[in-house]
């Protein structure tokens, strides 16, 4: 059985840095892609960056481009989003997720619990 646990979040000031981390366990876990998506109150799940394990290749929503960064450790099952210069309009429950997808969530078969990140304006 596959799992995805997020950790990291939490309340951070606006223009601050968090990084999150998705550790993934189970056996014979090998996806083509990891991503992370945020759905904040009352809107629809988002996508937020991708990394393509076979060479980390990596995407980043438009809103968020050059303050995120996606990043692998692949001895550790781990995928890392450092955000930075953090917006109030960021505050969202942040999901890992795991499968073949690219942008749409639907094309991923694992997610995480997901993970409340809060900026304070």
């Known amino acids: 059985q596959v799992q995805l646990v997020e950790s990291g979040g939490g309340l951070v000031q606006a223009g601050g840095s968090l990084r999150l981390s998705c550790v993934a366990s189970?056996?014979?876990?090998?996806?083509?892609?990891m991503a992370w998506f945020r759905q904040a109150p009352g809107k629809e799940r988002e996508f937020v960056a991708w990394?393509?394990?076979?060479?980390?290749?990596?995407r980043y929503a438009d809103p968020m481009k050059g303050r995120l960064t996606i990043s692998r450790d692949s001895g550790k099952n781990t995928v890392y989003l450092q955000m930075d210069s953090l917006k109030a309009e960021d505050t969202a429950v942040y999901y890992c997720?795991?499968?073949?997808?690219?942008?749409?969530?639907?094309?991923?078969?694992?997610w995480g619990q997901g993970i409340q990140v809060t900026v304070s304006s």
């Open positions: 990394i393509r394990l076979l060479d980390s290749s990596t």
């Open positions: 189970g056996r014979s876990f090998s996806p083509y892609a």
């Open positions: 997720a795991a499968g073949s997808g690219f942008l749409d969530a639907a094309r991923y078969g694992y």
